[in-house]
């Protein structure tokens, strides 16, 4: 059963290309607790996000990737990219306009807040998200 929120914090939040590759070869293996695993040590992932990350994988989607830098992944663009490609239009379009709204306005927090509210996921991942170290605020 697909939760939208999980759906959601999973097709926004960055995962490696490796990672990528290597949770999709154990889940044709029928080892699913061990790709969710290694999908959730490379990124932000939560457990039912990880998991509808790996259903997303099984089902030959991409995830957004990061910029290569575990800690500090550079997601700006990712969100940019989830609303770009349809990704996130798709799970939750009111949020596009209401995380659009807050961040013209200039209102990063309230959007961090949002965007934790309607995914599930965690603040530094939420700030990441809206915020790209080292830069402007994200403005989809």
Request: aromatic share 2%.
């Amino acid at each position: 059963m697909t939760n939208t929120k999980a759906r959601t914090a999973a097709v926004i939040t960055p995962v490696g290309h490796e990672a990528q590759g290597e949770a999709r070869a154990l889940a044709r293996e029928g080892r699913a607790g061990k790709a969710v695993r290694r999908l959730r040590k490379d990124s932000w992932l939560k457990r039912g996000p990880a998991r509808e990350a790996l259903e997303l994988l099984v089902d030959g989607q991409e995830l957004p990737t990061s910029s290569g830098t575990r800690w500090r992944p550079c997601v700006g663009p990712v969100l940019r990219w989830s609303v770009r490609s349809g990704a996130l239009r798709r799970p939750d379009a009111p949020l596009v306009g209401e995380l659009t709204a807050l961040l013209g306005s200039g209102r990063q927090i309230a959007a961090v807040s949002l965007l934790r509210e309607r995914t599930g996921i965690d603040l530094a991942g939420g700030y990441h998200l809206v915020v790209e170290p080292g830069s402007r605020p994200l403005t989809p």
